[in-house]
């Protein structure tokens, strides 16, 4: 949690300034990519592979930063966690460690969660093959209706 909470503390690089996220627009109902928008930097590829956690800690993979509002990492990372078993509920108490997420409205993470929902059902039909994405649109999908809100 220490780590996402560096990554929105840190000064937007002026690299991303024009990088604004928009991959989940398609996705979102009318009107939501506006809750998605925001200035802070975000990895927005949160994943195991690319949290390094030891003496030292690293985020590592940074090929897609862009700015946007902040609860949207925390959020790829409850989607991840309850992906290797955590309930939603336990998996948002993790992200309730984050600053971003406990700043963040409600109905734009519900937004959000059917629009991650969505997107990740999308990719899983596209590609039936990869397992691992059909994985990731269940976790995200039982955390949207925990969330009450259904792709």
Known sequence: MDLLNRIHDMELPRVVRDWTETRWDWFADRGAPALFRGDPLLHADINPSNLLIGRRSWVVDWSWPTRGTAFIDPAMLVVQLVAADHTPKSAE??????????????????????????MNRHRALRRPEERWLAAMAEATEAWATHRGVHP
């Open 93 to 118: 108490s993790w992200a309730s460690k984050c600053t971003a997420w406990t700043n963040a409205d409600p109905e734009a993470i519900d937004a959000f969660a059917v629009a991650y929902a969505r």
